[in-house]
């Protein structure tokens, strides 16, 4: 019901009537509660304090502070260490880890065992889910005897503590050789498996300590440190700017909800470099410019795009080199992308600052990968290492094949290939298996390893340089050692599909693997165990390149399919999704039917895409990220930028 305030004809309120409610701005942007942005307002707190003069306050401010940022950050090494003996199924280590989390990190960290947070909570429902876990995989060992023995020992002390009919179920199971075959009488348990079971109990921990699934391994939060340069946003602006937003959004609320709602990680990092990149900015038909700069090497039919087939941006000297299916390697200026991009105009022409060709190769040209100045590209059995610095230091005319540094000939097809951190080395995947390391000062081969028969469809190094992951057509990811060449690991995949594609994140903690089909999954680097993600919503049936990169954060994916569209993930958004909750009047264990059982549960690691932008009439080829940029190019011959929202309206 509506109520419309009338004015009052005495002149005075009614004391007895309802106060008019308070006028809540409705938030558009959410703030990560991190160690980042935690320590950076303890920071901001700081320096008014200081600035007051109340330096007695900021200095225990600051010591509570850093001594419960650390007391957090082993509760989290803790949580990491019994996850990790859930997932090896090791439970006497899990035991372990279960005793310390209860007593060192709960003390450390400050935890209350009888609080209502959802780390108190969860401290308190994990003894009776880790015991619950143990019988279940017991009764799938067929084991009558011990199944018993630790059924009586574990899960009857827990009686009280759990619901009726929960207890019911697992006494039901004495009964039955796996868990399975009591599905006819309790449906939430068909199909499950022991590796389902600790799938969901991993999942359920992540989601009560919240931000653990792309900051693992981060560090606690120093706030003795002197702030960063960038954090220049004292509490008086801050405050300042709150009233002014909640101004605007009273005297203009449709403005404010048009608005989409985003989260950022740092209070002090760039606001464009947090935004995801889903803003359409600049779009560049490649085939109009073909045909009117590069005349012979337009199709002939004038109603046929140029298919690309890769790009990569150069937006620091604002351009973007584009690949055809002819070889055709060219350089295309975007001009300025901001305001503090346009400069007086200069007195002299640069060769830069027009479409240039950098290379005609006699095949397609299949990828594009960048260093500085140096530009990697293959086709066929050839691999090119070209050199734009000569576009920068000549005059209006860049001089024919003067951005050549090196040809590198293989033995047989190049199918993927990526420089080093340092520059002077590459490394190339063949289609017979065989991955080739390069010296390109001299532009001879190093060393080659060969680790199996089948075509490696894509390479990507580590942040250091010191291992490099090579995917092959037969579905498996192999680490290798650059120094010593030894395989240190073997990613195989739970999915029999083919892998399209490779990306690493920009912290090299996570590794992405594209599938033919438009499937993608999640590595941990340093586990070396596939994340319980599920990436769904795009279809990539035919082709058998399917191209993905992350964001500027390890939380953003893109990915282009077959339909033209840009697909954007973001893993933040999983973060508001609803969490299971545990009753606070318990001691024990959770009193409510259970959590992780059930079918519906499984659910929760499937991905759906956060935006979908229409950006092409045909497949897209390639995916570039460049600082709060997005390029795609497609086979319609559009190139494609996208940027942030703060970035596009500069």
């Known amino acids: 019901m509506n109520f419309q305030a009338a004015p009052n004809s005495g002149g005075q309120g009614d004391a007895g009537g309802s106060a008019r409610a308070a006028f809540t701005p409705t938030s558009i942007v959410d703030i990560e509660s991190n160690d980042v942005t935690r320590s950076e307002m303890v920071q901001i707190i700081l320096a008014w304090l200081i600035e007051e003069g109340f330096t007695s306050s900021a200095q225990i401010l600051r010591e509570e502070a850093t001594c419960q940022f650390r007391g957090e950050h082993y509760l989290r090494k803790t949580l ?227 298919k690309l087939t890769a790009c990569q941006p150069f937006l620091s000297h604002s351009a973007v080199v584009a690949a055809t299916d002819n070889g055709a390697v060219l350089w295309i200026p975007t001009g300025p992308l901001s305001c503090s991009d346009v400069a007086a105009p200069s007195s002299e022409a640069c060769a830069a600052d027009k479409p240039q060709l950098l290379y005609h190769h006699k095949h397609p040209i299949r990828d594009l990968r960048r260093t500085g100045t140096k530009l990697l590209c293959w086709g066929s059995c050839e691999t090119l290492v070209l050199n734009v610095q000569p576009l920068f230091d000549s005059g209006s005319v860049a001089p024919a094949n003067d951005c050549v540094a090196c040809i590198l000939t293989h033995a047989a097809d190049v199918y993927a290939g990526c420089f080093f951190p340092c520059g002077t080395l590459a490394v190339t995947g063949l289609s017979e298996g065989t991955v080739c390391i390069w010296d390109l000062n001299t532009g001879t081969k190093m060393y080659e390893h060969l680790f199996s028969n089948y075509g490696v469809v894509s390479l990507v190094m580590n942040r250091t340089g010191t291992s490099y992951f090579a995917a092959s057509k037969d579905g498996t990811i192999r680490v290798v050692d650059v120094a010593t060449g030894v395989l240190t690991a073997s990613l195989v995949s739970p999915i029999a599909m083919e892998i399209c594609s490779l990306a690493v994140s920009p912290s090299s903690t996570f590794l992405l693997a594209s599938y033919r089909g438009g499937l993608m999954r999640m590595w941990d680097v340093l586990t070396g165990a596939p994340l319980p993600y599920r990436f769904t919503g795009t279809e990539n049936n035919t082709k058998a390149r399917s191209p993905t990169s992350f964001g500027n954060t390890d939380a953003e994916l893109f990915s282009g399919g077959e339909d033209g569209c840009l697909y954007f993930w973001t893993l933040r958004s999983r973060d508001r999704a609803t969490k299971p909750v545990i009753p606070a009047c318990t001691s024990e264990a959770p009193r409510s039917a259970n959590l992780y059982l059930s079918q519906a549960s499984i659910n929760v690691n499937l991905v759906h895409y956060a935006a979908q932008l229409p950006l092409h009439r045909l497949p897209i080829t390639d995916v570039k990220v460049e600082g709060s940029y997005e390029v795609s190019c497609g086979e319609d011959g559009m190139i494609v930028l996208c940027t942030t929202c703060a970035s596009a309206h500069a």
């Not at 994990?126 to 005897?145: C, G, R, S, T």
């Not at 801050?238 to 009233?243: D, I, M, T, Y």
């Not at 760039?270 to 085939?287: H, M, R």
């Open 80 to 306: 990491r260490g019994l996850s990790r003996a859930i997932e090896e199924s090791s439970w006497e280590s899990a035991q372990k880890s279960l005793k310390k989390l209860q007593t060192k990190a709960a003390t450390k960290s400050g935890l209350r065992p009888e609080g209502s947070s959802p780390a108190a909570l969860l401290v308190r429902s994990l003894p009776f889910l880790l015991a619950q876990q143990q019988y279940m995989e017991l009764v799938e060992q067929d084991n009558d005897q011990r199944t018993f023995t630790f059924f009586m020992r574990s899960i009857k002390p827990f009686e009280r503590s759990i619901s009726r009919e929960h207890f019911q179920k697992l006494t039901y199971l004495l009964t039955c050789k796996t868990v399975a075959e009591s599905s006819n009488v309790y449906p939430e348990y068909r199909g499950w498996t022991a590796e389902l079971g600790r799938a969901q109990l991993l999942q359920y921990i992540r989601t009560q300590v919240g931000s653990v699934d792309y900051s693992n391994y981060c560090r606690h939060g120093n706030v003795c440190m002197p702030p960063p340069v960038e954090l220049t946003r004292p509490l008086r602006t801050v405050f300042q700017q709150s009233f002014s937003y909640e101004l605007v959004s009273r005297q203009h609320p449709d403005l404010v909800r048009r608005l989409q709602r985003t989260t950022i990680t740092s209070l002090s990092a760039p606001l464009e470099a947090q935004l995801p990149a889903t803003e359409p900015f600049l779009s560049i038909d490649a085939s109009a410019l073909v045909r009117s700069t590069f005349s012979t090497l337009a199709p002939g039919d004038a109603r046929q795009c140029v």
